[in-house]
């Protein structure tokens, strides 16, 4: 009875946020909607399916093994961001090439990764590097807004949620089959931003997929900061207060970097 009830609070969970954040992309704009992908979404719900399952130890360990995964997070934004932005273009047709190439990287850097046990004290500053370096590599795409508004029925509704409900039930599902260090890994795939990439580059083109995506290294923080703090809260404070404190770190990071990106922005056009 308790796996059917998390199975369904998965799907009803993933079906929400995927389909909030598309509705946010289009009203808040690319900044904001690049951010909030920092916020632990997929990987949160994977650390609470997979520790209710497993334990709260194993989702520990598994958190641990994000941290460094998320490099192959950024390998897949990256690749998206600068093809989409070069093609320019949207539709079907406009996410094939994108995707293959991003998608490739992913496995090509996941696998790689996976070859590493690295502890969090070397990870850490790592990831931090690499989120910077990326943030820097993206700065010169577009900051194109995304402007006109379109209807979205159900089928595209469905779409989104379907994608990133079948990724989280998959990887919770596997999770006791394939490890720590594997849930870590796949849990790092942008589970609840790929499809959000892909109903915004099939509905208006490559220019404002990547004004949303050059955001996104600096918002992972947030997520990274989730994954730090759950490595050593869940088995400190137990699945319920250790995410939840995860959950805190997690948005602090997310508001505070806000905060001084905006008075930074204001310095530079005073």
């Given amino acids: 009875m308790l796996i059917d009830t998390l199975f369904i609070f998965k799907a009803l969970a993933s079906i929400s946020i995927v389909v909030a954040l598309s509705l946010i ?63 320019g273009i949207g539709g079907i047709t406009g996410v094939m090439l994108p995707s293959l190439l991003a998608n490739a990287g992913y496995a090509l850097c996941a696998f790689a990764v996976s070859f590493t046990q690295l502890p969090l004290w070397a990870s850490v500053p790592m990831i931090a590097v690499c989120l910077v370096c990326a943030s820097k590599l993206m700065a010169y795409l577009p900051n194109t807004p995304i402007m006109a508004r379109v209807s979205f029925g159900w089928r595209v509704m469905a779409f989104r949620a379907g994608m990133a409900t079948s990724a989280i039930l998959l990887i919770t599902g596997i999770a006791g089959n394939v490890g720590e260090q594997w849930t870590g890994i796949l849990t790092a795939f942008p589970i609840t931003l790929y499809p959000l990439i892909l109903v915004i580059h099939i509905t208006y083109s490559g220019n404002e997929i990547a004004a949303v995506l050059k955001h996104v290294p600096m918002g992972l923080g947030g997520v990274v900061s989730f994954c730090i703090t759950a490595a050593f809260s869940l088995p400190a404070f137990g699945l319920t207060w250790g995410t939840a404190l995860a959950y805190v770190v997690a948005a602090t990071y997310l508001l505070s970097y806000s905060q001084l990106s905006r008075w930074w922005l204001s310095r530079k056009a005073a």
């Avoid at 808040?28 to 992908?37: I, M």
């Avoid at 130890?57 to 070069?86: C, K, Q």
């Fill in 25 to 87: 992309a289009e009203r808040a704009g690319p900044r904001v909607a690049g951010l909030l992908t920092g916020l632990p979404l997929g990987a949160g719900m994977v650390i609470i399916f997979t520790g209710a399952e497993q334990g709260a130890e194993f989702a520990a360990r598994s958190a641990h093994h994000m941290v460094p995964g998320f490099i192959t997070t950024l390998v897949f934004v990256y690749i998206y961001a600068a093809v989409a932005a070069r093609q």
